[in-house]
């Protein structure tokens, strides 16, 4: 089945402080979700994003599907940033299957 | 709209116990799917159902069994409880036409299993 790999696995950043998240995939996909799993448990919908650029407010998001990764950039982070975030995809007709996530602690 | 709801909240069983974990949407998709999430990993997928009537295994399906009771709603039932099974999980649905396949996730069920 189709590999997730996502990194770097933990990242600690200073208010203020950009970072960029890498989600690398083995197979083509239909589908590609970033999410965040906040410290209470919720996962959040981020971006879905099969290919292309797209952003939101300070996050954004890039995914080059013929090279098979996908990059989650998050600008000026805050406390609230801070969390887990997935990449999943969907591939053919086999459902999401998640990376493990990328753990960001951003510090004050 | 609610999106997706889970019950309960959560659950301590004992080891052989039964259960059935709850999950409901209202957003009208088609498929539904039960994931669970231990401590370091990503998501991984237990059964899912495509559309009513259907289901079908995924990664981690031994010591699980599913009914998708309407279009709304998915149950998991957890026969025979075991330490194992201790995790938290996650239904989600999504809708195969339009944006492909984008999940949306209910708050969870944390379980643990003495």
């Known amino acids: 089945g189709i590999q997730v790999e996502q990194s770097p696995p933990d990242l600690i950043l200073q208010e203020g402080a950009n970072s960029t998240l890498r989600c690398n995939f083995s197979?083509?996909?239909?589908?590609l979700q970033w999410f965040h799993q906040n410290p209470w448990g919720q996962l959040i919908n981020l971006f879905y994003?099969?290919?292309g650029t797209k952003q939101n407010g300070r996050l954004s998001a890039t995914t080059v599907a013929t090279e098979r990764y996908s990059l989650l950039y998050i600008s000026s982070s805050q406390t609230t940033d801070s969390g887990v975030y997935f990449c999943?995809?969907?591939?053919?007709?086999?459902?999401?299957?998640f990376g493990k996530g990328t753990r960001l602690s951003v510090i004050a | 709209n609610a999106g997706v709801t889970q019950t309960p909240k959560f659950q301590v069983l004992k080891t052989g116990q039964s259960m059935t974990l709850q999950c409901a949407q209202d957003?009208?998709?088609?498929?539904m799917y039960w994931y669970r999430q231990d401590p370091g990993m990503g998501l991984r997928l237990i059964y899912y159902?495509?559309?009513?009537?259907?289901?079908d295994k995924g990664e981690v399906p031994n010591g699980y069994n599913v009914s998708r009771l309407n279009k709304r709603e998915f149950s998991l039932r957890l026969e025979s409880a075991a330490p194992s099974q201790t995790s938290v999980y996650f239904c989600?649905?999504?809708?195969?036409?339009?944006?492909?396949?984008?999940?949306?996730f209910g708050p969870g069920t944390r379980l643990t299993v003495t």
């Open positions: 989600a649905s999504s809708e195969p036409s339009g944006r492909a396949y984008e999940q949306y």
């Open positions: 197979d083509s996909v239909n589908n």
């Open positions: 994003i099969p290919s």
């Open positions: 999943a995809v969907y591939s053919g007709n086999t459902p999401l299957v």
């Open positions: 957003m009208n998709h088609n498929s």
């Open positions: 159902s495509a559309s009513e009537g259907t289901t």
